[in-house]
């Protein structure tokens, strides 16, 4: 074909963007002939930032499935047994008490009543995720909420002197166990016509830093992979929703501290539960990025790569995991 997107636009983009002769050419000759219209441009710029919110607020309430009845929900949470998923479990039961919340762990929680139960599961294990799933179905009931927390943090050392074990652990944890899992219990929220599936990912899955190649590489797969469950239940009544949080207090990264913490503040779980709880509530897909600063983290994927790393060199982010000591999510 000869006329394609890249045939017309390619040359435009690299003249406007990419040649250091063309670019300060092509922006101050832009500039020199909207000059005229610089005031009604700035208007309809602000008039659209104004509308955009409004709009996409009204299009989520027309297409939202928000909980009505918690009683009704059946929730699953890998990783329950400690940090924010049993956080999680346990502010879900004082706030709204589902008709149960079912723990996927290596570990047995602390559950003090009988609103929720436990299954022994390692999600990195494809058959034992299956009949889990099975036996939770078979037990307990279908599953309506899944929150897909469960991740480990293997090693903190440059990819040269990583352990291989480490590394495959890291990738069947975290990116694999995701799959898995939701593989298992999707059918019954297709089938429900009726379900929300969480996906726990990291800001360092679009923007990696050093230190933490697995894990980086772990969370990149899962923000692909949620990516494309997310279209592939687009247009039923099964919500897909996203976290990626920056570095949470709950001893994943013992020891790890932020070189400027002004600008990328270290998380509180409670924080991070809250928003999680009011986007189950809300039925809509979301992308939840917390705090601020991890807005910035797709964005950055759209510029030059020196760009990114002089944010890293801002931010001090390869250097984080220099303090790195260990990880409470590896040592169950």
Same mark, same amino acid.
């Given at each position: 074909m000869f006329?394609?997107?890249?045939?017309?636009l390619g040359?435009i983009?690299?003249?406007?963007?990419?040649?250091?002769?063309?670019?300060?050419?092509?922006?101050l000759?832009?500039?020199?002939?909207?000059?005229?219209?610089a005031?009604?441009?700035?208007?309809?710029?602000?008039?659209?930032?104004?509308?955009?919110?409004?709009?996409?607020?009204?299009?989520?309430?027309a297409?939202?499935?928000?909980?009505?009845d918690?009683t009704?929900?059946i929730?699953v949470?890998?990783?329950?047994?400690?940090g924010?998923?049993?956080?999680l479990?346990?502010?879900?039961?004082?706030?709204?008490?589902?008709?149960?919340?079912?723990?996927?762990?290596? $570990?047995?929680?602390?559950?003090?009543?009988?609103g929720?139960?436990?299954?022994?599961?390692d999600?990195?294990?494809?058959?034992?995720?299956?009949?889990?799933?099975?036996?939770?179905?078979?037990? *307990?009931g279908?599953?309506?909420?899944?929150?897909?927390?469960a991740g480990i943090?293997t090693?903190?050392?440059?990819? *040269?002197?990583?352990?291989?074990?480490s590394?495959?652990?890291?990738?069947?944890?975290?990116?694999?166990?995701q799959?898995?899992?939701a $593989?298992?219990?999707?059918?019954d929220m297709?089938?429900? $016509?009726?379900?929300h599936?969480?996906t726990?990912a990291?800001?360092?899955? %679009?923007?990696?830093s050093?230190?933490?190649?697995?894990y980086?590489?772990?969370k990149?797969g899962?923000?692909?992979?949620?990516?494309?469950?997310r279209?592939?239940? %687009?247009?039923t009544n099964?919500?897909?929703?996203?976290?990626?949080p920056?570095?949470?207090s709950?001893?994943?990264?013992?020891?790890?501290?932020h070189?400027?913490?002004?600008?990328?503040?270290?998380?509180?779980?409670?924080?991070?539960v809250?928003?999680?709880?009011?986007?189950?509530?809300?039925?809509?897909s979301?992308d939840?990025w917390?705090?601020?600063?991890?807005?910035?983290?797709?964005?950055?994927?759209?510029?030059?790569?020196e760009?990114?790393?002089?944010?890293?060199?801002?931010?001090?982010?390869?250097?984080?995991?220099?303090?790195?000591?260990?990880?409470?999510?590896?040592?169950r």
């Amino acid at each position: 074909m000869f006329f394609t997107v890249d045939t017309f636009l390619g040359p435009i983009y690299n003249a406007a963007f990419v040649s250091p002769y063309a670019a300060p050419c092509v922006w101050l000759a832009l500039a020199v002939v909207l000059a005229p219209w610089a005031e009604f441009i700035l208007f309809v710029t602000c008039a659209l930032l104004a509308a955009g919110p409004v709009g996409l607020q009204l299009y989520r309430a027309a297409t939202a499935r928000p909980i009505k009845d918690w009683t009704e929900e059946i929730v699953v949470i890998t990783g329950g047994s400690h940090g924010l998923g049993k956080l999680l479990c346990e502010t879900l039961r004082r706030r709204h008490s589902p008709r149960k919340i079912v723990v996927l762990d290596l $570990k047995k929680p602390d559950i003090a009543d009988d609103g929720a139960c436990f299954y022994e599961c390692d999600v990195a294990d494809r058959h034992q995720v299956a009949q889990v799933a099975a036996r939770v179905r078979s037990e *307990v009931g279908p599953v309506t909420v899944l929150v897909n927390n469960a991740g480990i943090v293997t090693s903190s050392e440059l990819l *040269v002197d990583a352990d291989e074990a480490s590394i495959e652990r890291a990738i069947n944890v975290n990116l694999l166990g995701q799959i898995w899992v939701a $593989k298992a219990f999707l059918p019954d929220m297709l089938a429900q $016509k009726k379900g929300h599936i969480v996906t726990v990912a990291s800001v360092v899955g %679009h923007i990696g830093s050093a230190h933490a190649s697995s894990y980086c590489a772990s969370k990149a797969g899962v923000v692909g992979f949620h990516e494309s469950l997310r279209q592939e239940v %687009h247009g039923t009544n099964v919500r897909a929703t996203a976290l990626y949080p920056g570095l949470i207090s709950t001893g994943m990264f013992t020891g790890v501290s932020h070189a400027r913490p002004w600008l990328t503040p270290i998380l509180e779980p409670a924080t991070v539960v809250d928003r999680l709880i009011d986007a189950l509530a809300a039925g809509v897909s979301r992308d939840l990025w917390l705090p601020l600063y991890a807005n910035a983290a797709p964005a950055l994927r759209l510029l030059p790569l020196e760009f990114a790393d002089w944010a890293r060199q801002l931010t001090g982010s390869n250097e984080d995991m220099a303090s790195f000591e260990y990880s409470l999510s590896s040592k169950r």
